[in-house]
């Protein structure tokens, strides 16, 4: 049996989460969740996930902080992670510039299908 890829969602837009959530397990992934950047970090060092798809704005730990502290980690700093983000989040996403971010997905711009040809290209790449 092949192993399947295991994808972290860190988003706290439930909604949004769901879909992404429904998406990608349809699509054979092992998917787990984190509503914030706390619980995110939690789940990415006790789980660790092939991938993360990571929110910027986001309560109690933003997205920024919490690949900071991801990258401090012996495993987190290898882990590829996707940024998700919304256009006005440019001061953010700069911040997050030497973090080694694998690609940004700019909400309004993406569709279902595409965050899964991100999400299988970077599987590749690893």
Sequence with gaps: ?????????????????AVLDKKLTNEGYLVVT????????????????DLILLDIIMPKMDGVSMLEKLREDAWGKDVPVIMLTNLTDSEQIFKTQDKDVREYLIKTDWKL??????????????
């Design 34 to 49: 984190g509503k914030d950047g706390v619980m995110g970090l939690e789940v990415a060092l006790k789980e660790h996930p």
């Design 113 to 126: 299908e595409d965050v899964v040809k991100v999400v299988e290209k970077n599987l590749r790449e690893k």
């Design 1 to 17: 049996k092949v192993k399947q890829n295991k994808i972290l969602i860190v988003e706290d837009e439930s909604s949004l989460l």
